[in-house]
């Protein structure tokens, strides 16, 4: 099972960006999706996460900011970032609950990790 994420770069504070992230592999089902951010010298943080059934959870400070989504059938993630102050800089990761095959056994859940992806946001 992989988790590939992408979409972060360098932006204005007050511009958007988009995340998007993809599950990949031997799944048989995602419960949750979400992101986590980690800024330099912090804790990893919740920003915020999805239900398979589309319930949604966001950290305060994203909260009428940072809107989460999610395709089912692509097993895909996003995450529409608006309005971003400097302060939401950080490296964001992407997270999965799943449950997978292996060989042929189920397994899970499990929690799978994207590789990070970058965004920076200048004032």
């Known amino acids: 099972v992989q988790l590939q994420a992408s979409g972060g770069g360098l932006v204005q504070a007050g511009g958007s960006l988009r995340l998007s992230c993809t599950a990949s592999g031997s799944i048989l089902e995602i419960n949750a999706m979400g992101w986590y951010r980690q800024a330099p010298g912090k804790q990893r943080e919740l920003v915020a996460e999805?239900?398979?059934?589309?319930?949604?959870n966001y950290a305060d400070s994203v909260k009428g900011r940072f809107t989460i989504s999610r395709d089912n059938a692509k097993n895909t993630v996003h995450l529409q970032m608006n309005s971003l102050k400097p302060e939401d800089t950080a490296v964001y990761y992407c997270?999965?609950?799943?449950?997978?095959?292996?060989?042929?056994?189920?397994?899970?859940?499990?929690?799978?990790w994207g590789q990070g992806t970058l965004v920076t946001v200048s004032s």
């Open positions: 997270h999965a609950e799943l449950r997978f095959l292996y060989g042929f056994s189920p397994r899970g859940p499990t929690d799978y």
């Open positions: 999805i239900t398979k059934v589309g319930d949604t």
